[in-house]
């Protein structure tokens, strides 16, 4: 009995001790850091999480350091060396997971979870980071929303357009209802040439935010994307009405009014963006002539190509409307 009480508290003891240095190490990199030393307070991090890897403060303080904050966007193209440490880091928070999870909270193991899909995003295994925080039978929360919303980001600037929506979709079946997650998941459909799915998307989040601007703009251009264009052009009417001073407001319901086949309302609409344009914007003067020339009315049309080469010199779109109508350039835009 007595030995075995001697051998305890040398146990006690031993740990005691490991303790005290896991510590010391934590204190050393901690004042590091806060001296602006990174790189070094990173060595004193490694060597604390290799004292003890089923303490999870070392792997997580580093992949602060290494990748900032838990919200600081993900960086989709990151230098070689970058890419190294943040791989080694992915491995370190591996470990940590694995060995603290009897001992560490739901709370803490999400976190470490995040962590390590952030660095795994970086070390450029996108595919790997959502599944890691999608997997498993734990219910996701607003963090986790948010991650699969920034690895979703880093997917569309890597042209990885299915591990996007793959992200995104696992946001919104688990219970994000957010209007990014869904708008973000729309274009991603866009992009993807599933216009239809967008717009079906953009109607169902339209009839919950009837109010949202942007919100309906995304709805108007999904719709002419889709097909719709009769869609498309009451959208972008109804919104051109609600901003008249807004020139790009009326040229969308000019277009569309083209696409759905109404050259007299395109005409409206036309006139409408020409009243409240920039004198050398020749969008509007374009517009009009399709518009008229749609129309019949081939001398206004003329009369309108020309106005946008007067406000625009350099216009080959107006030069080879005139050329299509036989109409003669002014003398001065005449080409030798």
């Known amino acids: 009995m007595l030995a075995l009480s001697t051998m305890c508290e040398a146990g006690q003891a031993f740990a005691q001790r490991d303790r005290r240095r896991l510590e010391r190490l934590l204190a050393t990199a901690e004042r590091l850091a806060t001296r602006g030393h990174r790189d070094e307070a990173v060595r004193w991090l490694e060597r604390a999480a290799a004292a003890d890897p089923a ?5 997580m303080r580093l992949a602060s350091l290494l990748l900032g904050p838990e919200e ?3 960086d989709p193209r990151p230098a070689g060396e970058t890419v190294a440490r943040a791989r080694a880091l992915a491995e370190r928070l591996g470990t940590t997971i694995t060995a603290s999870s009897e001992s560490t909270s739901s709370e803490a193991s999400r976190a470490l979870v995040r962590a390590r899909a952030r660095a795994l995003a970086v070390a450029a295994a996108l595919e790997e980071a959502i599944a890691l925080v999608t997997r498993g039978a734990h219910r996701l929360d607003e963090a986790d929303w948010r991650l699969l919303r920034r690895l979703a980001v880093v997917a569309i600037r890597r042209d990885e357009l299915g591990a996007a929506e793959r992200a995104l979709e696992a946001a919104r079946t688990s219970g994000d209802v957010s209007v990014e997650t869904a708008r973000d998941l729309a274009a991603v ?3 993807q040439g599933r216009a239809g799915d967008a717009l079906a998307l953009l109607r169902e989040l339209a009839a919950r935010l009837p109010d949202d601007v942007e919100l309906a703009r995304d709805l108007a251009g999904a719709a002419l994307a889709a097909g719709q264009a009769r869609e498309a052009h009451a959208r ?7 901003e008249p001073d807004d020139p790009d407001a009326w040229l969308d319901a000019a277009r569309a ?3 759905a086949e109404r050259p007299a309302s395109a005409e409206a609409h036309a006139r409408r963006a020409l009243s409240v344009a920039a004198p050398h914007d020749p969008e509007p003067a374009l517009l009009l002539g399709t518009a008229l020339r749609l129309l019949g009315r081939r001398a206004e049309a003329v009369a309108a190509y020309r106005d946008a080469l007067a406000r625009d010199p350099t216009s080959a779109r107006a030069r080879q409307a005139l050329e299509a109508l036989d109409a003669p350039l ?3 835009d005449r080409r030798p």
């Open 236 to 242: 972008f009417a109804a919104l051109a009405a609600a």
């Open 72 to 74: 600081t966007e993900i």
């Open 257 to 259: 009014a083209l696409e």
């Open 55 to 59: 303490d999870a403060r070392a792997p």
């Open 189 to 191: 459909r866009l992009a």
């Open 330 to 332: 002014p003398p001065t």
